[in-house]
């Protein structure tokens, strides 16, 4: 979470928020004064400058490293009338209502996907936005779980072609835009930084020689893992029925 943290703010940092896709398609569907609910805000990516326009926003995260760097922005620009934290995963046990509720790369982290849209539909009476990848982040991997799992299916990220489908079939029928992510300066992914995750996903931390395999097989990888052939993300967005 600590590298998610720090990917998040460099990117905050590299590309200003109010002028990607996501931050545009938000505030067309609000008016002064308007209310957002921010599901999975991270560090405060969108939240920030959409509290610094004067909207209401209500941020909901449940990672504490996140909530760290969120709190600490909110306080340094002075938006604590602005901005409501609550410390939850979605959905929330609350009854909360917004014009546009909005999940930034959230959704793949859901147990239950379906269940996080129908909450999402109850508590907006606008517009509800999703963005997610349209590329499988962690593509590479079906070559390591070759190497350690090849009779088991390979972990796989939620992404756009399993979103969309699923939204059909609720019923909702949403506006797609596909546009191609600006990459971020320098690497973002170092192959050091993923082999504890990797290795719990493959459950070889105890075992010394599959861990120094790992180790090869990502450095053979590293330019690979560092510059995905493709980066394409979805921005869904669609009237909820109420
Ligand atoms: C990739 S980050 C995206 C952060 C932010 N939305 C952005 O685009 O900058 C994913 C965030 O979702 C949070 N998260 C994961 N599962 C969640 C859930 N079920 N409900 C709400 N937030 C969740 C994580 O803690 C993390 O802060």
Redesign the pocket.
Known sequence: ?KT?ADN?NK??SETDPRTTPLYGEIITHLETDGTVI??????G??AIPLAKEGFNVTA????EE?RKHLLGSIEQNGLTSRINVIQ???PVDKDLQADVTF????IQ???DPEK?IHSMEKCTNKRCIV?IHVDQPLGFLKDIWQVFRSSEPVPAMLTFSDLYPMLLNMGIIANVAIIEEKRMSGPVMEPAKIIPLLSDLLSIRDKPADMQRLKEILEGMRSRIQEPPSMRTAIVSWQPRR
Do not use: K
């Not at 921010?38 to 560090?43: L, R």
């Not at 909901?60 to 990672?63: D, G, M």
């Open positions: 979470m998610m998040l990117s905050a921010d599901i999975g805000a991270g560090v990516r969108f909901v995260e449940p990672n996140m939850s995963s979605w999940a930034s790369f959230v982290f859901s147990h996080f963005s």
